[in-house]
């Protein structure tokens, strides 16, 4: 059994925050973001705009653009490390909005690697059997995980959420590859509230909260780490499924640094026309990175029948990840 997308789906907040925005309140300037990142803008949510509801909005387009109603999918796993609750899980509130009452939900979270998690754990259901129609969604709040003071981060991210819909089809599938390494995890952390035990000092004030719900990032070990094993995982996901180069069409990479898409290409030795992007526009919006470019690539006519896409994801974790699709 192979995993077809039958549609695909996405919302930005409104509000666009530009370079020249961020200079205002850190100490950057357009010319440098652009130049270090690709980065012109990013969409941040206003105080109506959750992680749920973005993934609503990316989920009713997704299902809108596949011809398919709610009660269709028997599976919804959102991609998510902002979520607004611990419980309920965010794909149960999404399942709610939606309507999608037979659905089995839950949440996943592998950080930036995450829909591309989400979409290898669909496609073993699908090909298994278990399930037939899965509505897979990646949506970040992460300006509630911002240190807005930190120029070194705030000037990546974004807010957005990106979905596709995911049939089973005649057909054997691709093999996905996938690695972890958990040793390396300081490089991109998120003090959560889930880690109670440095909260309180002697005299039971919060001395960690300060620190707390940020995004923490050691940039130039991240950068290392992609540019290295993205183009790794993605000859292995080759190899493994005995395709070569020019077998693909295009390359759905992460949106995390232009710079990093450009040392990619570059070490693949293949145009960089092949590697769409879009940061420019959204910035890096994590786990939703990937379905988003999907769906501007699919509204903007540049993905056609029977074209084959290496999406790769890679983050926090450390986690990274391809899989052909087959378009
Ligand atoms: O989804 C995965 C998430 N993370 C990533 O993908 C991050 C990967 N890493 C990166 O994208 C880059 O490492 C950054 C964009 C975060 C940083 O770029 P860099 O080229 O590695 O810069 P750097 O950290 O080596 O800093 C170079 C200089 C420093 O100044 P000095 O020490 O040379 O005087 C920084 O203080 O640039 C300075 N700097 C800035 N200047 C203006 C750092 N951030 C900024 C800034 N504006 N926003």
């Given at each position: ?16 925050m530009?370079?020249?925005?961020i200079?205002?309140f850190v ?12 980065v012109?803008?990013r969409h941040i949510a ?35 490390t902002s ?57 970040e709040c992460l300006s509630n995980l911002m240190d807005w003071k930190d120029r070194g981060t705030c000037i990546l991210f974004g807010d ?28 991109l952390t998120c003090k ?19 620190q707390m719900h940020r995004i923490g990032m ?65 910035g890096n919006t994590s ?41």
């Open positions: 059994m192979k995993g077809k997308i039958c549609g695909t789906g996405a919302y930005v907040p409104q509000n666009r530009d370079n020249d925005q200079a205002t100490d950057t300037n357009d010319e440098w973001i652009k130049e270090r990142t690709g012109e803008a206003g105080t109506e705009e959750t992680t749920v509801s973005m993934a609503v909005m990316a989920g009713k387009r997704a299902l809108a653009n596949a011809g398919i109603t709610a009660e269709e999918i028997d599976l919804l796993i959102v991609s998510t979520s607004n609750l611990i419980l309920p899980c965010t794909a149960c509130e999404v399942q709610k909005e939606l309507g999608a009452n037979r659905a089995t939900c839950f949440d996943l979270s592998a950080a930036c690697t995450g829909f591309l998690l989400a979409y290898n754990t669909a496609l073993a259901y699908l090909n298994s059997g278990v399930y037939h129609t899965a509505l897979l969604i990646g949506s957005g959420a990106g979905a596709v819909v995911l049939k089973g089809t005649d057909g054997d599938m691709y093999f996905p590859v996938t690695h972890s390494d958990g040793t390396k995890g300081e490089a959560s509230r889930h880690d109670w035990s440095n909260l309180y000092d002697d005299s039971g004030a919060s001395a960690m909260q300060d050691d940039g130039q070990a991240v950068f290392r780490f992609a540019v290295k094993r993205v183009p790794e995982i993605i000859g292995e996901v080759l190899t493994q499924n005995h395709m070569s180069k020019e077998d693909i069409a295009l390359y759905v990479l992460h949106q995390a640094n232009k710079r990093i898409v450009e040392a990619v290409a570059k070490r693949l030795d293949e145009p960089i026309e092949k590697f769409p992007m879009n940061l420019q526009e959204y786990s939703a990175s990937i379905p988003i470019l999907l769906d501007d690539l699919h509204q903007s006519g540049k993905l056609h029948e029977g074209d084959k896409l290496v999406l790769a994801g890679f983050g926090a974790g450390l986690t990274w990840g391809a899989v052909i699709v087959e378009w």
